[in-house]
């Protein structure tokens, strides 16, 4: 990892915490820290992102706006070992190239508690919701 990781959550309700730790860190290598090793992130045109390398590139394409995520969780919910989350986020600001972005949509993610205990994501899906 390039830096110190913020702390995984333990239980549900901190994985949206967790998870706005990680990416408001804007540092790839702390942000897959929070995946699950077989996770995927599904892209803006609804194809999955699998593995390290495609993972670390989609992260690269939000993070060099240079700007923070909000997040707000509209549902979290929980069977065993697996959450469902739907949240709403946004990214909006002026990049570090002075272009104004405004991005909203809500996430359809899944996440999973490892043998450890702690909870990573398993399905990044960011547009979830979005029909593509």
Request: include cysteine; glycine fraction near 10%; charge should be negative.
């Amino acid at each position: 990892m390039s830096r110190s990781c913020p702390p995984l959550a333990t239980n549900p309700d901190g994985i949206v915490e967790s998870l706005l730790a990680h990416i408001n860190t804007l540092d790839v290598g702390v942000m897959l820290g929070f995946y699950d090793k077989e996770g995927v992130l599904i892209n803006a045109e609804g194809q999955p992102q699998v593995g390290v390398k495609a993972i670390s590139e989609e992260l690269t394409k939000y993070f060099s706006l240079g700007l923070p995520m909000t997040i707000s969780a509209r549902h979290i919910f929980v069977a065993g070992n697996i959450a469902s989350l739907v949240l709403d986020w946004s990214i909006i600001g002026t990049t570090v190239d002075g272009e104004y972005v405004e991005m909203i949509a809500t996430a359809n993610d899944i996440a999973r508690r490892g043998s450890d205990g702690y909870w990573r994501y398993l399905i990044d899906n960011p547009f979830g919701t979005q029909i593509r």
